[in-house]
C-alpha cells in the first residue's frame, strides 16, 4: 500500500474502529497509523461519496463492533455500489491525465465533488482558524517533502488542542450538519434518487443498495 499512495499527492484515511464514521485526507510522506484503513484514492468524488450518508449506512451493515465501537473494514468499500461510472477505478486518472474524465464532463459527479471540497474546507478552517494558527515548515520538513504544518500562535494552543474532528461531529454544528445535507443530496443525484430526502429511513437506503449490489453481482431479484 505504502508504495501504491507514494505516488498520490494525497489519500484518503478513515479509523478502523470508531463512534464516528469521519473519513480524512493525508499527503505523503505521512504515513497512516496501523489504526486506520487506507484508501488509495486522491479524488475528491470518492472522498465525497465514502463521507455520504449512504456509505455510512452500507459501512455499518458490513461492518463489526468492537467494543460497541463499529468497525471499518475493507468488505465495506470493495462491495460498496458506488454511483453509475464513479467507482475508484472509474475515477482514477489514466496515465498521462491530469483527471479522470468524468470529473470535468459529468455534471453530476462535478456537484459531488463541488460539496465534499466546501466541506473538507470548512472542516480544515475550523480545526485550524487563521486567526489562531500560523503554518510552519522547517528546512529539514521541506527538504523530506513534508507539508507545511499548522502551529497554534501565543495564546491559542489550549483552543486549538480542542480541535478535533471527534469533538466538531460531536457538537455537530448547522453549518457542519447542512454540509452534509447537501453531499448527500448531491450523491442521492447521482443514484438518481429524485424521492431522496434527509427523512428517507436507513432501512430504505440499505435496501435500495443491496438491490444495487445484487443487480450488479448478477444476481436475482
Wanted: charged residues 25%.
Amino acid at each position: 500500500m505504502r508504495r501504491v499512495i507514494e505516488d498520490l499527492p494525497r489519500f484518503i484515511v478513515t479509523a478502523e474502529v470508531a463512534q464516528q464514521r469521519l473519513f480524512m485526507f493525508m499527503s505523503p510522506p505521512a504515513i497512516a497509523d496501523e489504526n486506520m484503513v487506507v484508501i488509495a484514492c486522491a479524488d475528491d468524488l470518492i472522498f465525497g461519496i465514502l463521507h455520504s450518508r449512504f456509505h455510512e449506512v452500507w459501512a455499518l451493515h458490513l461492518g463489526a463492533l468492537l467494543k460497541d465501537a463499529p468497525r471499518y473494514t475493507l468488505a465495506a468499500f470493495e462491495t460498496f455500489p458506488f454511483p453509475a461510472g464513479m467507482t475508484p477505478r472509474d475515477t482514477a486518472p489514466k496515465q498521462g491525465q491530469a483527471a479522470a474524465p468524468c470529473m470535468a464532463g459529468d455534471i453530476l459527479a462535478a456537484n459531488i465533488a463541488a460539496a465534499a471540497r466546501h466541506l473538507d474546507q470548512m472542516r480544515n478552517t475550523w480545526l485550524n482558524p487563521p486567526e489562531w494558527v500560523e503554518w510552519v515548515i522547517t528546512p529539514e520538513e521541506e527538504k523530506a517533502g513534508f507539508p507545511k504544518r499548522p502551529v497554534a500562535k501565543p495564546g491559542f494552543a489550549a483552543e486549538v488542542k480542542k480541535r478535533t474532528l471527534t469533538n466538531l461531529y460531536n457538537a455537530r454544528p448547522a453549518w457542519l450538519d447542512l454540509a452534509h445535507k447537501a453531499l448527500d443530496a448531491a450523491v442521492a443525484a447521482a443514484y438518481g434518487w429524485e424521492d431522496y430526502s434527509p427523512a428517507m429511513p436507513d432501512d430504505e437506503i440499505l435496501k435500495r443498495l443491496l438491490q444495487l449490489n445484487l443487480e450488479r453481482s448478477g444476481g436475482i431479484r
